[in-house]
């Protein structure tokens, strides 16, 4: 059974600091690894998504890589701002689903 | 086309009573897939389609719970004799079809169970 984890539960860092979220995963049979920003009480928003054959993703700020033989995914975000407060997931599809970690709660104080 | 939609947004409900959530996919995605997300806690999957046809169930999925999508297009979530851990937000996602595709969230039903 693939277990997802995701370390710290909670972040708090100035603006302009770069954010560097972890994910672990104890299956590397997926088929990809998606990256997702929840704000409070909302819906999930997909940020990036690698492909099992991927090493890395990137959009505007955001950079992501992929190592399954460690089980291992980074998200990084770079010059943070006050608007990237929010939950990040990571989320692994293997079969018909999407298997989820428990989140990073990152504030970026102003 | 403005994305995955959930009907009603927040629904309370007393103990014992029956509830039903909709979801209306994007329009041509023929896989549609319903989560579960409690307080603190990532989404859990419950159960997925294609087209009409419902392919996988999760355990969570108790004799309770019911989804049914008939005619491909939108899906139904009911859950009966409704008990308080049933309290919960139910995401509804959908995808142009499995693995290496993007599974894209609706804004989810936030349920209270009194």
């Known amino acids: 059974k693939q277990e997802v984890t995701q370390i710290p539960a909670a972040l708090s860092v100035p603006e302009g600091e770069n954010l560097v979220l972890n994910c672990s995963f104890t299956d590397s049979a997926i088929y990809n690894l998606q990256w997702f920003r929840q704000d409070p009480g909302k819906g999930l928003t997909s940020l990036l998504l690698?492909?099992?054959?991927?090493r890395e993703q990137t959009s505007g700020r955001l950079n992501a890589s992929l190592d399954k033989s460690s089980g291992r995914s980074t998200l990084y975000i770079a010059a943070s701002q006050p608007g990237d407060s929010a939950t990040y997931l990571c989320a692994l599809a293997a079969g018909n689903k999407l298997t989820f970690g428990g989140g990073t709660r990152v504030l970026v104080k102003p | 086309d403005t994305g995955v939609s959930q009907n009603p947004r927040h629904k309370i409900t007393k103990r014992g009573q029956n509830v039903t959530f909709r979801c209306d996919p994007i329009?041509?995605?023929?896989?549609l897939y319903w989560y579960r997300q409690t307080l603190g806690q990532g989404p859990e999957f419950l159960t997925y389609f294609q087209n009409e046809a419902q392919l996988e169930k999760s355990r969570l999925l108790s004799d309770r719970f019911s989804a049914e999508r008939p005619k491909g297009s939108f899906s139904t979530l009911e859950i009966q004799r409704t008990e308080q851990g049933d309290s919960a937000m139910y995401l509804c996602?959908?995808?142009?079809?499995?693995?290496?595709?993007?599974?894209?969230f609706g804004p989810g039903t936030r349920l209270l169970v009194l």
């Open positions: 329009s041509e995605h023929n896989r």
């Open positions: 996602a959908s995808s142009l079809s499995s693995g290496g595709e993007t599974q894209y």
């Open positions: 690698i492909q099992s054959s991927q």
